[in-house]
């Protein structure tokens, strides 16, 4: 295992809040673009984070009033126009493979979303496993708007489960943006807060998992993914399973102790 606690990358912002670790893109004059330097760093830090014992749970904020404008119009999507095809599949792939790693990643992930979050900032907030939100976030899966696909780093599959087949499908044919409002009303943010609360609130909610039963979440969230494919005996199976490997570890025990004695059990993640 790995400590995270000395991680300095070179493309975003990144800091530890106890067990909790803080990832903001740092280009908040434009809205924080995404580069293809800072999507490749972002990949490998999520990859990085399945062996890191000392992150519980991962907060990706806003800065400067905005999440992510996603991918830089000089730095990405004019070098995209001459690129050949074996180029542009490497850069797809990669794109998707930042997802890939945040699903992969054992830490629950909450994006705080505040002001635009559109395109590939759209799309981190989506592969994230939950998201608060101000009143003034804007988020659109605006693909369609550049002559592409809506179908892009997995949005088609994970939308739909989000939100529904319908809104889904009218986000990514009319590359619409939708509000806060109607986020929370579909199920995709989870709550919407004061702008001046955001951080805050996504830090004690972050702070909140962390001090639980850190190999439990990571069941748990590899289980909210992998069950997706399965069918219903299947999923009740490998839940079995999951839980029985659960409940050899040490945190379970400590629970049934803590409970003994009335009071609150201390997790260590073992």
Wanted: net charge negative.
């Amino acid at each position: 295992m790995t400590s995270m606690s000395a991680f300095k990358p070179k493309h975003f912002l990144y800091r530890m809040e106890g067990p909790v670790a803080v990832v903001q893109l740092d280009r908040p004059e434009r809205k924080n673009p995404l580069t293809f330097e800072s999507y490749a760093e972002l990949r490998d830090m999520f990859r990085d984070l399945v062996y890191a014992d000392d992150v519980k749970a991962v907060v990706f904020a806003s800065n400067g009033g905005n999440f992510s404008s996603g991918g830089d119009v000089h730095d990405i999507i004019g070098p995209l126009v001459s690129m050949s095809m074996k180029d542009l599949l490497a850069f797809t792939r990669m794109t998707g493979d930042l997802v890939k790693a945040m699903i992969g990643a054992p830490q629950p992930i909450i994006a705080a979303v505040d002001g635009v979050a559109v395109g590939a900032g759209a799309i981190i907030t989506m592969a994230s496993d939950m998201r608060i939100a101000t009143p003034e976030a804007k988020t659109a899966f605006l693909f369609n708007r550049v002559g592409l696909a809506g179908c892009d780093m997995g949005a088609c599959a994970m939308l739909p489960r989000l939100i529904g087949q319908g809104r889904a499908a009218e986000l990514l044919h009319t590359g619409r943006s939708f509000s806060a409002e109607e986020g929370l009303a579909w199920g995709y943010f989870n709550r919407i807060v004061p702008a001046g609360e955001l951080e805050a609130e996504t830090l004690k909610l972050a702070s909140a998992i962390a001090a639980g039963p850190s190999f439990g979440h990571m069941m748990t969230k590899t289980q909210l993914n992998q069950e997706w494919a399965m069918g219903l005996n299947e999923a009740i199976e490998a839940e079995a399973q999951a839980q029985a490997i659960c409940m050899q570890t040490a945190d379970f025990e400590r629970a049934y102790h803590a409970f003994v004695a009335k009071e609150k059990p201390k997790f260590e993640g073992n």
